[in-house]
């Protein structure tokens, strides 16, 4: 069978086995939803290629530890909040100085509303206790249902919904114009 | 019945309301509240607002590729698979001190290092990056990234069309288009972070581009520009606008210790256009980028 029609449990297997091509499409499926997350998770897009692909290598070196339960989505993305959350610890990196190098963003008026939307959302993002934003950036940035985050973060589904629409009403007050 | 009271819970209901997460009553609740109050409306609307841009960040990830970098620093042996027969924590219960401290030493580099890690766009070659030096190894704490300005957004010499969206580089790829322009930005980290950086390119005539320092009038030989230490993500604002063959473009980026001269390079370059410059430069870095200029 063809590997992109293969569940991602039989990747890992084959992946295991030394499989050609099982990772890598593994690493296919899931890239541009960890880079959206990690990107909103930490607010800068210049550091979500690294943590994205510092997870996939994380998840790689333990292959063979992963136990085939249907939840291979929720793993990578508890490896990956794990990297984000220690990136947003780090004091050793000045995220503020980096979304200011970032090359691509523009002059153009237009943009700069869009940006200053952006950063306050960010910044709303960030008022977030990690409960709240982790559910909400994998909600909508990273685009899992319920049932994959709650297996993400161990937790269930009622407590999801809870903090998801708390996340959200909160996130409306900190960007409610003043 | 369930009834729903305002008070408290009326921006959960909003919030449950506009992801179709209510009940009937909740539902037929809310559809009440926001008839009868302009502010739930109001309310509601910024919720929409907030989710749409949420769900509508990162859309310029879609074209980006992991998959070579991956392969790459798997090729390398930067990760090595840990089997069932001894994990993380067996190793741990073993060895609990040494694997503390190399735990430690572990979180510390990843939490240093996430801003130099090799671009996720960027082709098998930019991490060929090469060392003089075993340790540290500033190989993994300096590099730049590179991106492309489309031609076409170009408009009487400003990076902007007159009616349409700003232009928006994007992480140098496989291909360059021949008019299109070059930015580069540097990471320079580490505990022995480095001091000076060129940036050129040899195209598939074995002519070399400068980008950094410029190089526009014969007689003169300018050096590496001075870079920042401790610093990741900085631009170098100027952009590059080169005419380039059609075919495979070489851009090294060649972080070291002392001050380097074009026509020094070059001389290295005419001699053996395949020299290892990290051998003739002891202690620096030399990232290379290949891509391919379009005809």
Redesign the interface.
């Known amino acids: 069978m063809r590997l992109q029609r293969q569940c991602d449990d039989d990747l890992v297997r084959q992946a295991r086995e030394g499989v050609d091509g099982a990772f890598d499409e593994l690493v296919r499926r899931y890239q541009v939803e960890l880079l959206r997350v990690a990107a909103r998770y930490l607010g800068s897009n210049a550091l979500a290629p690294d943590l994205a692909q510092n997870t996939f290598l994380q998840v790689y070196g333990a292959l063979d530890r992963y136990e085939a339960r249907g939840a291979f989505r929720a793993y990578l993305h508890r490896v990956l909040l794990n990297q984000c959350r220690m990136a947003h610890r780090s004091a050793q990196i000045s995220l503020r100085a980096l979304q200011h190098s970032e090359f691509g963003r523009s002059s153009d008026d237009l943009h700069i509303l869009e940006r200053e939307k952006q950063r306050e959302l960010e910044r709303a993002l960030n008022g977030l206790s990690q409960k709240l934003r982790d559910v909400v950036v994998l909600r909508y940035c990273g685009d899992l249902d319920y049932e994959d985050i709650a297996q993400t973060l161990a937790v269930p589904i009622g407590t999801v919904k809870r903090r998801l629409f708390d996340a959200m009403e909160k996130l409306r007050e900190l960007v409610e114009p003043r | 019945m369930k009834t729903i009271r305002w008070g408290k819970w009326r921006?959960?209901l909003?919030?449950?309301y506009?992801?179709g997460?209510v009940g009937t009553s909740e539902a037929a609740a809310a559809e009440r509240l926001l008839a009868e109050s302009s502010d739930a409306r109001e309310?509601l609307e910024?919720?929409r607002g907030?989710?749409a841009?949420?769900?509508n960040?990162?859309r310029?990830?879609?074209d980006?590729?992991?998959?070579p970098?991956?392969?790459a620093?798997?090729r390398d042996g930067?990760?090595?698979?840990?089997?069932?027969s001894e994990?993380f924590l067996e190793r741990l219960w073993r060895r609990p001190a040494a694997a503390v401290f190399a735990a430690g030493l572990a979180?510390a580099a990843?939490?240093?290092?996430?801003?130099?890690?090799p671009?996720?766009?960027a082709t098998d070659e930019e991490f060929r990056a090469k060392s003089a030096s075993l340790a540290p190894n500033p190989a993994r704490w300096a590099g730049v990234?590179a991106?492309r300005v489309a031609a076409q957004v170009w408009f009487h010499g400003y990076?902007?069309a007159p009616d349409g969206?700003?232009?928006?580089?994007?992480a140098l790829g496989e291909a360059l288009g021949p008019d299109d322009g070059l930015?580069f930005?540097y990471t320079n980290l580490g505990s022995a972070p480095l001091a000076n950086l060129m940036i050129f390119a040899v195209d598939s005539s074995g002519e070399v581009h400068w980008f950094h320092p410029a190089y526009e009038r014969e007689g003169t030989d300018p050096s590496s520009i001075s870079i920042q230490k401790g610093?990741?993500?900085?631009?170098l604002a100027e952009l590059i606008q080169d005419k380039f063959p059609a075919g495979p473009l070489t851009i090294h980026a060649l972080f070291s210790h002392r001050a380097l001269h074009v026509l020094e390079v070059e001389g290295w370059l005419k001699r053996d256009p395949r020299a290892n410059l990290v051998e003739l430069v002891p202690g620096s870095v030399d990232q290379i980028l290949t891509t391919r200029v379009e005809p």
């Open positions: 921006p959960r909003l919030a449950a506009l992801e997460e309310e910024q919720l907030i989710r841009a949420l769900s960040s990162g310029e990830f879609a980006v590729d992991l998959l970098s991956i392969k620093r798997i930067a990760v090595v698979r840990v089997g069932r994990g979180t990843v939490c240093l290092g996430l801003a130099f890690v671009r996720g766009h990234q991106y990076l902007r969206p700003a232009p928006q580089p994007t930015l930005s610093a990741a993500q900085v631009p």
